[in-house]
């Protein structure tokens, strides 16, 4: 499904086309904000806010951090009553297709305006300076900067690690593996802090890793095929255990984990208890969730109450902002040996690499 999906997106092009409209919660507390308020008198009423939301490669549907982002948006619709408009991207689009997105998006009136991963950032960084008055967020990306730019930010070295703890203690071989979508520093984040958890249980283990695609080309994120043959080769090499944090190439991954009997770990949002991936929750022994979903909620929250800050607002583990999924309890047996790494990177015991 999601290998035909990104194909229907791939036919896409820049101009009109973006045009095309489809149809993790909580408050924030617990975040970093950096930056200048808005004035709080000058806050819009929620009912007359047009969000406009430009997608990352996959779109809505993803099962993974697209949709995350799209849960905080639904919310918002449901609960602060705003509309909203969403773009989604094309499979190797250039810069000036994603400026053009976001074009669209502020002309057409629609205040604020978020785009949803760091392919964006030069986009976000040069389109903002264009609309002075539009709040823009972009997620995963700080690079970007600007009064009028919010920088939604996340831990997920910290999440990483914990889910290294589970797959190190749940293989029976000692041979755990990481497939990353694309090699880039986001991602690195996440092997970083999978590695370093599964070492902290098992100091010796074995731990494979492979990255998909390499930038520019960030079709990693979207290329089942490639997720299976890479997770493949790692369970016929040893592995018992495999980590992806791939977008919609996970999917693959859960193929090859299902093939081999073997187990895999999911990103982003609890992929066991998502329909996309019911062939796949046997095998699916936990998730790393990093909540887009609250950070998209909690800025459209503070846009309507013109408390929006612009500069990084930061979700890590004391937060809320990443955790682990239990869905299914096939790692409820370990929950508290998790548990008790989980409170010493809360507390400052432990810091986890990003690299």
Same mark, same amino acid.
């Given at each position: 499904?999601?290998?035909?999906?990104?194909?229907?997106?791939?036919?896409?092009?820049?101009?009109?086309?973006?045009?095309?409209?489809?149809?993790?919660?909580?408050?924030?507390? %617990?975040?970093?904000?950096?930056?200048?308020?808005?004035?709080?008198?000058?806050?819009?009423?929620?009912?007359?806010?047009?969000?406009?939301?430009?997608?990352?490669?996959?779109?809505?549907?993803?099962?993974?951090?697209?949709?995350?982002?799209?849960?905080?948006?639904?919310?918002?619709?449901?609960?602060?009553?705003?509309?909203?408009?969403?773009?989604?991207?094309?499979?190797?689009?250039?810069?000036?297709?994603?400026?053009?997105?976001?074009?669209?998006?502020?002309?057409?009136?629609?205040?604020?305006?978020?785009?949803?991963?760091? &392919?964006?950032?030069?986009?976000?960084?040069?389109?903002?300076?264009?609309?002075?008055?539009?709040?823009?967020?972009?997620?995963?990306?700080?690079?970007?900067?600007?009064?009028?730019?919010?920088?939604?930010?996340?831990?997920?070295?910290?999440?990483?690690?914990?889910?290294?703890?589970?797959?190190?203690?749940?293989?029976?071989?000692?041979?755990?593996?990481?497939?990353?979508?694309?090699?880039?520093?986001?991602?690195?984040?996440?092997?970083?802090?999978?590695?370093?958890?599964?070492? &902290?249980?098992?100091?010796?283990?074995?731990?494979?890793?492979?990255?998909?695609?390499?930038?520019?080309?960030?079709?990693?994120?979207?290329?089942?095929?490639?997720?299976?043959?890479?997770?493949? %080769?790692?369970?016929?090499?040893?592995?018992?255990?495999?980590?992806? &944090?791939? %977008?919609?190439?996970?999917?693959?991954?859960?193929?090859?984990?299902?093939?081999?009997?073997?187990?895999?770990?999911?990103?982003?949002?609890?992929?066991?208890?998502?329909? &996309?991936?019911?062939?796949?929750?046997?095998?699916?022994?936990?998730?790393?969730?990093?909540?887009?979903?609250?950070?998209?909620?909690?800025?459209?929250?503070?846009?309507?109450? %013109?408390?929006?800050?612009?500069?990084?607002?930061?979700?890590?583990?004391?937060?809320?902002?990443?955790?682990?999924?239990?869905?299914?309890?096939?790692?409820?047996?370990?929950?508290?040996?998790?548990?008790?790494?989980?409170?010493?990177?809360?507390?400052?015991?432990?810091?986890?690499?990003?690299?």
């Amino acid at each position: 499904m999601l290998h035909n999906r990104v194909s229907r997106l791939a036919a896409a092009t820049a101009g009109g086309a973006l045009l095309m409209a489809a149809a993790a919660c909580g408050g924030s507390d %617990g975040t970093t904000t950096t930056g200048a308020s808005a004035d709080a008198s000058s806050a819009p009423a929620a009912a007359q806010v047009k969000v406009g939301l430009a997608y990352d490669i996959g779109g809505r549907g993803d099962g993974s951090f697209n949709d995350a982002a799209a849960a905080g948006l639904d919310k918002a619709e449901s609960e602060l009553k705003v509309q909203k408009k969403e773009l989604e991207a094309t499979q190797g689009e250039t810069d000036a297709q994603k400026e053009e997105r976001l074009r669209l998006l502020a002309s057409g009136g629609y205040n604020p305006v978020i785009a949803v991963g760091f &392919a964006y950032s030069g986009s976000v960084a040069k389109v903002a300076k264009e609309f002075p008055d539009v709040k823009f967020a972009i997620v995963d990306d700080d690079a970007a900067k600007g009064d009028n730019i919010t920088n939604l930010m996340f831990a997920e070295e910290q999440g990483s690690f914990l889910v290294g703890v589970a797959a190190a203690l749940k293989s029976e071989k000692g041979d755990v593996g990481f497939v990353g979508g694309v090699d880039v520093p986001l991602i690195h984040k996440f092997e970083a802090g999978f590695k370093a958890g599964a070492k &902290a249980v098992k100091p010796d283990i074995k731990i494979q890793s492979k990255y998909l695609t390499q930038p520019p080309d960030f079709g990693g994120f979207g290329d089942p095929a490639k997720g299976k043959t890479a997770a493949q %080769g790692m369970y016929d090499a040893g592995a018992d255990v495999v980590y992806q &944090a791939a %977008g919609g190439s996970g999917a693959g991954v859960f193929e090859a984990a299902k093939a081999a009997n073997a187990m895999a770990i999911g990103v982003d949002s609890d992929q066991a208890a998502l329909p &996309a991936y019911a062939d796949f929750k046997d095998v699916i022994i936990s998730s790393m969730i990093k909540k887009v979903d609250v950070a998209v909620f909690d800025f459209l929250k503070n846009y309507t109450t %013109g408390t929006v800050k612009s500069g990084p607002s930061v979700y890590d583990l004391k937060a809320g902002g990443v955790d682990y999924s239990t869905t299914g309890g096939k790692i409820d047996d370990i929950k508290s040996k998790i548990d008790e790494y989980k409170q010493k990177i809360i507390s400052g015991e432990i810091t986890v690499p990003t690299s």
